[in-house]
């Protein structure tokens, strides 16, 4: 097999996607595997086979929904279910409410859903019924922090916008780039500064940021954010479109006991089928159409298929043990990995919450998106792509997170510490 793990078969398909596809990829992560990305022919619990007959472990799930590992078969059963009875009505049908009944159920501020196909979608409506709701037409998001590829969103992004150097994308009117402040995440007092001066309809935040490797709130971050906006009369918007159900069934909002007035949700709601949610305090939500003035339709809102995948991904969360095991294969994984790092005395930050984790060599600490720019992206490339070939898949970019699902059995994490030892001793 040679570099990154890629054979000629993957080799020729990306010859082909060049000519096709702009970088040839349809979203830009996906050409941070050099020299160009494996294509893949089917996946199962934790693996990926490749096109090449190459089985992966697979720390990236999708870049986070599919938290039960690939074709979950209480998941493949109910979608194949639904597939039988029609995946498309333009009508309601009933599992969108079973699906939106379980959300509200766990998530401690939503009283009423809005559902869409994305976490771009999600966040972008948030932010339009914030500025509906309050009449204010400003936003504040971090620095880093990755909302979706809309317009709001890309001012300052982390993920594949910084990953490729456009953390502020060309195309943004300047007239909507203006109603975009920027504070540095955990900086409270930035926060409170910009409440003061300017009318922000709302602050947007990743609970726990997931966009820029992995990044905490420092203590009392997100309760300073809730009393702040609170006493300004701004909404506070966590965007949970990675820790929705990923932290707990209660996500971020349960998980630091703090309420937002809005939830963006995407990724696990959906099992990997196309999603985005935002959910809230009924008297913001009613402000939609058509109960309201603030605008959202879509073909696909909805879609049984997405709700039927969901629902199964909920009702699985909510019987089998899969928090716990893959909170300890992030702990296993982690753990390991420092101990190779300090006994090799490199020097790094590691930061870790639940199922998730990223690693940031050279440099002591890791507390927001100017320090996480300043990390040894070449040396955690290098790792990324020594892994790939011992046939571990962690994620190319530096500014994505390494996530575990319930799939990654003790087996699966062994394979994968026999494989790090290695890679970090070749380092
Ligand atoms: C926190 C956050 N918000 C929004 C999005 C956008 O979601 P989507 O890619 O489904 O549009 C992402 C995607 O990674 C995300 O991590
Ligand atoms: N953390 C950012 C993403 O997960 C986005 C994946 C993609 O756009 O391909």
């Known amino acids: 097999m040679d570099q990154g793990g890629c054979s000629v078969l993957s080799e020729n398909l990306w010859k082909e996607a060049l000519k096709l596809f702009a970088g040839g990829v349809n979203s830009p992560v996906r050409a941070a595997v050099k020299p160009y990305p494996f294509y893949v022919d089917r996946s199962e619990g934790a693996f990926l086979y490749t ?11 999708g870049y986070g929904p599919l938290f039960l590992g690939h074709r979950h078969p209480y998941v493949e059963k109910k979608i194949i279910e639904q597939v039988q009875k029609g995946w ?3 009508t309601p049908s009933p599992v969108e409410i079973k699906l939106a009944e379980k959300i509200i159920r766990h998530l401690p501020s939503a009283q009423k859903i809005r559902f869409v196909n994305s976490g771009t979608e999600a966040t972008m409506l948030a932010l339009r019924l914030a500025r509906g709701y309050t009449g204010r037409e400003k936003i504040l998001k971090f620095n880093g922090n990755y909302h979706g590829a809309h317009d709001y969103g890309l001012v300052e992004a982390g993920s594949a916008a910084t990953e490729f150097n456009v953390s502020t994308s ?14 540095e995440y955990n900086d409270l007092s930035c926060v409170e500064k910009t409440l003061k001066k300017e009318d922000i309809a709302g602050v947007i935040v990743e609970p726990v940021m997931g ?8 203590k009392d971050f997100l309760k300073g954010l809730r009393e702040l906006t609170k006493s300004y009369n701004s909404l506070l918007i966590f965007d949970e479109v990675i820790t929705g159900f990923r932290l707990g069934l209660s996500g971020a909002q349960g998980y630091f006991g703090i309420n937002p007035d809005l939830t963006t949700l995407g990724k696990i709601i959906g099992g990997g089928l ?7 305090r009924a008297e913001i939500i009613d402000l939609l159409t058509p109960s309201g003035k603030v605008f959202n339709a879509g073909t696909f809102n909805a879609n049984p298929l997405s709700m039927a995948a969901g629902l199964a991904t909920i009702e699985v969360l909510e019987r089998e043990k899969v928090y716990d095991t893959a909170k300890e294969a992030t702990k296993a994984f982690s753990e390991e990995l420092s101990i190779l790092l300090e006994r090799k005395g490199i020097t790094f930050t590691l930061n870790r919450i639940e199922s998730m984790f990223q690693v940031f060599f050279g440099v002591k600490k890791v507390t927001n998106a100017t320090e996480a720019k300043q990390a040894d992206k070449n040396t955690y490339f290098k790792m990324h792509q020594r892994m790939l070939e011992g046939g571990v898949f962690i994620p190319p970019s530096q500014f994505e997170v390494i996530f575990s699902s319930g799939a990654h059995n003790s087996s699966v994490v062994n394979t994968t510490i026999e494989v790090t030892r290695k890679v970090i001793n070749e380092l």
């Not at 096109?51 to 799930?61: A, E, P, Q, S």
């Not at 060309?170 to 504070?183: D, H, Q």
């Not at 966009?211 to 420092?218: A, D, F, Q, S, T």
């Open 51 to 61: 096109v090449d007959g190459k089985r992966l472990i697979d720390y990236v799930l």
């Open 88 to 90: 498309l009505y333009g």
């Open 170 to 183: 060309n195309g943004i009117p300047l007239s909507i780039r203006n109603t975009v402040e920027i504070c």
């Open 211 to 218: 966009n820029m490797g992995l990044i905490l709130p420092e």
């Open 274 to 280: 196309p999603i985005g949610a935002v959910a809230g």
